[in-house]
């Protein structure tokens, strides 16, 4: 409860902070594939139905202010893709091993989609599922049949032995050979490593630690060692093969209680994840295996067993010099404890008050694309205006050259057309539009009126078609790299709209 009271009056307290909404900030969905299903909307529909199903999901969560996407590509040991270790997934087609008719390539089609709109993508996998039921059937290619011994059975779900070297080093192959064939900007995994404890059941991998793991005295410590493994080596193995690709990790909300470790975090959470998902998330921090961590903070302001003000306070001083991000949970609103309807914004505002915290993952696309208890209006109202995403300094500092306004022109029917050379290193670019007499400044992201992709020539282009009459506007540009390093402002052009049809009148600043 001390926390709670803290919470209260720092909220009252920062409130025009928290109103000074950051141009920085990464604002992801988390689009799911199987179980709580995003997207596609059943199994087996054809490609053109998903493809418009995908589009309108990204434009829905551009339209509330989202930047950046987490889609699940490999869920289960099958793939969202052609891929040349695992069979097509039974929940893009509804038969695993077949693929989509009309045959397209998902990914490929989802990372452009994405990039067309300027939003990060980052590739979800699932390291260690392989079945969601017990019923699960297998396609022919799948490597269930030809290696039986990579595979345990726990909760009638079949998992890889995450124990058994030969499991280990063919996931590993599984996921770089995405980052390897697709423009990724990241690679995530959720929180799923050894699968959460069942009770009354133990996990069976007893045969791989008496021939692997005789160096560790206890069980638990060598399950740590081999996910220690596993992060690690994918960690050397992308940034070799595209160091601009980053790798995250959204565990489990609770590293651990403080009851068993002085370094914990004051909750009571029944399952952690250094004690029972073999996942210790602060070592990896430690060691900058990982490039962000999103921490699932399921829980309401002011819950007992784990408070979100608690956990939001305790990941802020453990993420150790790299991103910090949340995960929030908008599948939540309207249920029991999230009945205020404030709940969300009011952990965004608290989010705010913290310098190391990056930004928010929320569970999941379809919140948003049902439009849940008018969340939609919501989060135009915490996101009014566009987003950076969050450089990385560690990965690249170096921002592209400043481009420079070549050409303006247009009309009042048309609006303004700015035309510029295209720059070297340019990811895509940024508009800014000031009001005559105002300051010209980069720094607000409210003079941000678009975020352009490049576009695939020497002279780039974009239409400002929201311009008024008789008004007066100044135009800079910026260059944004493939990490998020922005150039200087270009130098500014000055333009007045007329109050007839046209051609406007152009001034250099």
Not at 119 to 140: G, L
Not at 314 to 333: E, N
């Amino acid at each position: 409860m001390r926390y709670f009271s803290l919470f209260l009056g720092l909220l009252a307290a920062l409130t025009s902070m928290a109103q000074e909404h950051p141009k920085r900030e990464l604002r992801a969905a988390w689009i799911a594939t199987v179980s709580n299903i995003d997207w596609p909307s059943k199994p087996g529909l054809n490609a053109y139905d998903q493809q418009a199903e995908y589009t309108h999901l990204l434009d829905i969560l551009k339209g509330v202010g989202m930047n950046a996407v987490i889609v699940q590509v490999r869920p289960t040991a099958d793939a969202f893709y052609p891929s040349s270790y695992e069979p097509w997934s039974e929940f893009l087609t509804g038969q695993q091993g077949k693929s989509p008719e009309p045959y397209y390539n998902p990914l490929a089609f989802m990372i452009a989609e994405a990039h067309k709109r300027c939003m990060e993508f980052h590739a979800w996998f699932n390291p260690y599922r392989v079945s969601i039921r017990d019923s699960a059937t297998f396609a022919a290619n799948h490597p269930f049949h030809s290696h039986p011994e990579w595979f345990v059975k726990y909760g009638g779900r079949w998992y890889y032995d995450p124990g058994h070297p030969g499991a280990q080093e063919y996931v590993l192959q599984t996921i770089i050979e995405i980052v390897r064939h697709y423009d990724l900007d990241a690679v995530h995994f959720d929180d799923y490593f050894y699968p959460y404890r069942i009770a009354g059941e133990v996990f069976p991998d007893s045969c791989s630690y008496q021939d692997y793991g005789q160096a560790y005295a206890n069980i638990d410590d060598w399950r740590r060692s081999n996910v220690d493994f596993f992060v690690r080596e994918l960690s050397a193995r992308i940034k070799q093969e595209k160091p601009h690709v980053k790798f995250g990790i959204s565990p489990f909300g609770v590293w651990r209680n403080d009851d068993k470790d002085p370094e914990g975090s004051r909750t009571r959470a029944g399952q952690t994840n250094y004690d029972d998902l073999y996942a210790d998330v602060l070592k990896w921090l430690k060691e900058g295996w990982i490039d962000y961590v999103t921490p699932q903070l399921y829980w309401h302001i002011g819950f007992e067993v784990a408070d979100y003000s608690v956990l939001v306070d305790w990941w802020s001083k453990h993420s150790y010099g790299r991103q910090l991000f949340i995960g929030q949970a908008a599948y939540r609103i309207g249920r029991a404890g999230w009945e205020d309807p404030d709940e969300l914004a009011n952990q965004i505002a608290l989010n705010r008050t913290y310098q190391e915290i990056g930004g928010s993952m929320y569970f999941s696309a379809k919140v948003f694309a049902e439009d849940r208890l008018g969340i939609n209006a919501k989060m135009k109202s915490i996101y009014p205006s566009p987003a950076l995403v969050p450089a990385m300094s560690w990965i690249d500092t170096t921002a592209p050259s400043a481009p420079t306004i070549q050409q303006v022109g247009g009309s009042q029917t048309d609006g303004v057309m700015l035309s510029w050379a295209d720059t070297t290193d340019a990811a895509y670019y940024v508009v800014y539009r000031f009001q005559q007499g105002t300051q010209i400044s980069a720094d607000n992201p409210a003079n941000i009126t678009a975020i352009v992709p490049r576009q695939p020539s020497a002279l780039q282009s974009w239409r400002d078609a929201t311009v008024s009459k008789r008004t007066s506007y100044i135009y800079g540009i910026t260059a944004v790299d493939r990490t998020h390093n922005e150039s200087e402002l270009s130098p500014t052009v000055s333009v007045r709209t007329r109050g007839r049809k046209g051609s406007v009148r152009v001034g250099n600043r």
